[in-house]
């Protein structure tokens, strides 16, 4: 059975850094792309980033490109997103997911599992 843990969200001021972590279980991490979507209330889930199966491609959503940094320890079975100078608008649940491409898609849809997200508040 796959599981994908979230931890690390919480409250913060505007300007603050969080680190994201997202633990893996039941699957063969290190042949699964990466990535973290986040869904704020009354909108779509949208990607944040994504990171491929060895670690060296990444991508990154405009609106956080410079801000937030993804990586993965694959012998730990984690994928980290750490979040720097933190905007009121990057207020949202958080989600890991895992998709069977060798490069962490864009869509939703390429995703094949999820984790139940962790709540990231930016009070301005």
């Known amino acids: 059975q796959v599981q994908l843990v979230e931890s690390g969200g919480g409250l913060v001021q505007d300007g603050e850094s969080l680190r994201l972590s997202c633990a893996a279980s039941?699957?063969?991490?290190?042949?699964?792309?990466m990535g973290w979507f986040r869904q704020a209330p009354g909108k779509e889930r949208e990607f944040v980033a994504g990171?491929?199966?060895?670690?060296?491609?990444?991508s990154y959503a405009d609106s956080v490109k410079g801000r937030f940094t993804i990586s993965r320890d694959n012998a730990k079975k984690t994928v980290t997103l750490q979040m720097n100078s933190l905007k009121s608008e990057d207020t949202a649940v958080y989600y890991c997911?895992?998709?069977?491409?060798?490069?962490?898609?864009?869509?939703?849809?390429?995703?094949?599992?999820w984790g139940p997200g962790t709540q990231v508040t930016v009070s301005s």
């Open positions: 997911a895992a998709s069977p491409s060798v490069i962490g898609p864009r869509s939703v849809t390429g995703y094949d599992y």
């Open positions: 039941g699957l063969t991490f290190s042949r699964y792309a």
């Open positions: 990171i491929g199966w060895s670690g060296r491609s990444t």
